[in-house]
């Protein structure tokens, strides 16, 4: 397993936009797949985004795609979100997640290392 560090979240505008992060200390995420999960108050963890292991295949959520990017930097080894035209239904911890030469999915189970999650607030 993977120890997961978010970053990047915060408070951004309706209409704005946001970078989240995902690296692992010690390790690099590299050869693992990786998905960003949120959850908001009151509602179950969903699948936002997700990246294979070698990074060719990606998946997001209907209620994302055009407006979220999930990619890998192979020089900083991180998994980043770049999150933009966000709105007040995108509020909500978010969590990243890696499971070592995976797919990529949407759902939870798939991953089996998880991090503590960044806040991400956005206002209308």
């Known amino acids: 397993q993977l120890h997961l560090a978010e970053s990047g979240g915060g408070l951004a505008q309706a209409g704005g936009s946001l970078k989240l992060s995902c690296a692992a200390s010690?390790?690099?995420?590299?050869?693992?797949?990786v998905g960003w999960f949120r959850q908001a108050p009151g509602k179950e963890r969903e699948g936002v985004a997700s990246i294979s292991s070698d990074g060719s295949t990606t998946y997001y959520a209907d209620s994302v795609r055009d407006r979220f990017t999930i990619f890998r930097d192979s020089a900083t080894k991180t998994v980043y979100l770049e999150m933009n035209n966000v709105g007040p239904a995108d509020t909500g911890i978010y969590y990243c997640?890696?499971?070592?030469w995976g797919p990529g999915s949407l759902s939870a189970a798939s991953f089996n290392s998880w991090g503590s999650g960044t806040q991400v607030t956005v206002s209308s």
């Open positions: 997640a890696a499971h070592r």
């Open positions: 010690r390790f690099t995420v590299d050869n693992w797949a």
